[in-house]
T-cell receptor, first 114, second 113 residues
Framework: DTGVSQDPRHKITKRGQNVTFRCDPISEHNRLYWYRQTLGQGPEFLTYFQNEAQLEKSRLLSDRFSAERPKGSFSTLEIQRTEQGDSAMYLC????????????FGPGTRLTVT | AQSVTQLGSHVSVSEGALVLLRCNYSSSVPPYLFWYVQYPNQGLQLLLKYTSAATLVKGINGFEAEFKKSETSFHLTKPSAHMSDAAEYFCAVSPEGAQKLVFGQGTRLTINP
């Protein structure tokens, strides 16, 4: 069990550019979640996958955001045409099995849009 | 919609003193409840969780929390604070039937020597 990993840990980009983040969940976990955390706030849910199926998306996930989990393993979160308001920590979590099980979080990707 | 309120965005205690971090949730049905800790520039680590078994839940690092349905509360306590406890603490609820977590705004705990 190597834990949830995220890459990159930090990303600085200029407004209008596209960025992509990667999350590798704990290997046997079938569920994967994305959250966004702005400074001084708690994480806010963005979306989650069960295996490769994206089962829920938050209203926070605008048309500029897209998430994929093509083979039910790693996931990517892409933000197109970044805006300064996208600056935040993007957290990935994973969990195992049926019902509700605890979520294990990765270290996050901190995005700064200049 | 489910929500979580953490009273006090910043709590400061002396080393060795009692730690009490407050969390109230809005729900008519007892949900799953969690406390997570976040150290600077790191992800969240689960401290403890309530899943309708015992109302007093023991977690890691000497923390515990008591679920009180009548008060819709799930306060986090530790009898004796340690310098290493300084971090941000988040209370979270899992709405019934949902897979996501809804977090409070967090409480920053500072430990004074």
């Amino acid at each position: 069990d190597t834990g949830v990993s995220q890459d990159p840990r930090h990303k600085i980009t200029k407004r209008g550019q596209n960025v992509t983040f990667r999350c590798d969940p704990i290997s046997e976990h079938n569920r994967l979640y994305w959250y966004r955390q702005t400074l001084g706030q708690g994480p806010e849910f963005l979306t989650y996958f069960q295996n490769e199926a994206q089962l829920e998306k938050s209203r926070l996930l605008s048309d500029r955001f897209s998430a994929e989990r093509p083979k039910g393993s790693f996931s990517t979160l892409e933000i197109q045409r970044t805006e300064q308001g996208d600056s935040a920590m993007y957290l990935c979590a994973s969990s195992l099995g049926q019902g509700f099980n605890e979520q294990y979080f990765g270290p996050g990707t901190r995005l700064t849009v200049t | 919609a489910q929500s979580v309120t953490q009273l006090g965005s910043h709590v400061s205690v002396s080393e060795g003193a009692l730690v009490l971090l407050r969390c109230n949730y809005s729900s008519s049905v007892p949900p799953y409840l969690f406390w997570y800790v976040q150290y600077p520039n790191q992800g969240l680590q689960l401290l403890l969780k309530y899943t309708s078994a015992a109302t007093l839940v023991k977690g890691i690092n000497g923390f515990e929390a008591e679920f009180k349905k009548s008060e819709t509360s799930f306060h986090l306590t530790k009898p004796s604070a340690h310098m290493s406890d300084a971090a941000e603490y988040f209370c979270a609820v899992s709405p019934e039937g949902a897979q996501k977590l809804v977090f409070g705004q967090g409480t920053r705990l500072t430990i004074n020597p």
